[in-house]
């Protein structure tokens, strides 16, 4: 197999296989604000509970996120070195800010977020919690800018000749703004939050189906759908806003994301169908003009098709077109179960309704495969550029790697990343056994009361909660 091919298919593996991670920690980190919030407010001994498994949760997230990750900066030197020589001190800056003031923030407040319960006040554990939402977040932050950048370069210039020719900063905010950032950065953390939130619905259904732990469930459960309702809502607005910033910075990419081959006319909104780059063709259902009026506020107004440029600067159509809608599709699955779910709630009919928790448990892989499915589509339909509209792929390329070091690499790291997530669901799956109380006491009386001592609570469970309690610490 050719070394381009095997060099693409190692980094979107690696890249693919690590994005499962950052997005929950970005989306927990955020509900564990809520949660922590929720407990100092209202002194309620439950949301303490609820807190501190969801660090668990955390935590275990953020360690594997770190492991997978760190491939990824050496793939740049190993596979892909001219585009580290020529456009790296851009592109560098970007990571270096993320290692600074994200990674070092996050890593830093941690130990006090998952061991500092007994040895710092709640209102400086309230803070560490905020520091490690804001450095996940800011870990967002700059890998977007950086990945923007590659999407719409600006802020640079080009120095040398030949060879030794590379692209120099001459605006770091200008690298930072750059005109697709901002949007792009939005869609990004909106779809982080909503595998955070997803997370949390998806276990508390679990323990509601089973019975378990019913009072931690149900307050989580109204935590995640919230956290869910309003990520959903705000990501229709974000996404029409990077639908616009595409037609404007990477109009081929558009009409890749549509199947629209004709050179400048109105084009349709498809909601499933298949492309046909051979006979110019995309067969399926679609909304006529719906794509010109969303774009421009008007059916008749024309949209640049395939046609309209070089066929040599085409990205992979019908590839763009279903990882686009794949995306789609889980979002408007995500919307109908959350109005579902949400009905349920406000009849009181959701915490025992054993069919819509079930689909509520199996639902958080719909967001993974939605964040999945977008990044596909917004790198596929950049192709054939790495850097838009200034170097290509096949030109990022190192001269001296085989395709038998790619491949043989790719097994290795195939194998590591297997292990890793097998451990990484094993050590999840004993965290929601374990359960979030301690296991000094099983009743059910215990489980159903979660941990809240109310004023109704007699002397004998009182006692049996404080002693869990301080098996936990």
């Known amino acids: 197999m050719d070394v381009e091919i095997l060099a693409r298919i190692q980094f979107a593996f690696t890249v693919a296989f690590h994005y499962i991670y950052p997005p929950m920690s970005i989306g927990l980190g955020i509900v564990l604000v809520i949660m ?3 407990y100092l407010r209202t002194k309620k001994r439950i949301y303490k509970h609820i807190t501190k498994f969801w660090v668990k949760i955390f935590a275990l997230t953020f360690a594997v996120g770190v492991a997978t990750g760190i491939v990824m900066e050496f793939e740049f030197g190993t596979n892909w070195a001219t585009y580290s020589r020529y456009v790296g001190d851009v592109f560098g800056s970007p990571l270096a800010a993320e290692g600074i003031f994200a990674f070092f923030l996050e890593s830093g407040f941690l130990a006090i977020l998952v061991f500092g319960w007994n040895k710092v006040g709640p209102r400086t554990h309230f803070i560490s919690t905020i520091m490690v939402a804001l450095g ?3 870990s967002s932050v700059w890998i977007v800018v950086a990945n923007s950048w590659m999407q719409t370069p600006a802020g640079y210039h080009i120095v040398g000749e030949g060879l030794n020719a590379r692209a120099e900063i001459t605006d770091f905010w200008a690298v930072v703004f750059n005109p697709s950032s901002m949007q792009r950065l939005v869609h990004v953390i909106l779809g982080a939050w909503l595998v955070g939130a997803f997370v949390v619905i998806s276990i508390s259904a679990y323990y509601l189906r089973k019975k378990l732990h019913e009072e931690f469930a149900i307050r989580s459960m109204k935590i995640g759908l919230t956290v869910a309702f309003v990520a959903m809502g705000l ?5 029409h806003s990077s639908a616009n910033g595409v037609a404007k910075n990477q109009p081929e990419k558009l009409a890749a994301f549509e199947g629209h081959f004709e050179a400048n006319a109105p084009a349709d909104l498809y909601l499933f169908g298949w492309v046909s780059k051979e006979n110019q063709k995309t067969t399926g259902i679609a909304f006529p003009k719906m794509l010109s009026f969303l774009v421009h506020g008007s059916t008749d107004a024309p949209i640049k098709g395939l046609n309209a440029f070089p066929k040599e600067d085409l990205p992979p159509v019908n590839a763009s077109f279903q990882y686009y809608h794949l995306m789609l599709l889980c979002a408007f699955l995500m919307t109908f179960i959350c109005i579902a779910a949400g009905w349920l709630w406000y ?3 959701l915490w025992t309704n054993k069919t ?3 689909i509520l448990t199996l639902s958080v892989i719909l967001p993974h495969i939605a964040n999945q499915a977008g990044w596909f589509a917004a790198e596929v339909g950049r192709q054939p550029w790495i850097v838009y509209k200034m170097l290509r792929t096949s030109e990022a390329l190192s001269k001296s790697v085989t395709a038998n070091q790619v491949l043989s690499s790719l097994i290795m790291f195939g194998l590591v990343y297997l292990l890793l997530f097998v451990l990484f669901v094993f050590l ?5 056994k374990a359960g979030p109380f301690a296991k000094a006491d099983t009743s059910e009386e215990y489980r159903n009361i979660g941990g ?3 004023p109704w ?4 469970t009182r006692e049996r909660i404080d002693t869990a309690e301080t098996a936990e610490k």
Do not use: F
């Open 136 to 138: 996940a977040t800011l």
């Open 457 to 460: 609570v007699n002397k004998i």
């Open 347 to 349: 009849k009181g009919k």
């Open 36 to 38: 922590e919030a929720m």
């Open 235 to 239: 990501q229709y607005i974000s996404g």
């Open 428 to 432: 999840l799956n004993e965290k929601v």
């Open 356 to 358: 819509m928790l079930s």
């Open 452 to 454: 809240d001592v109310a």
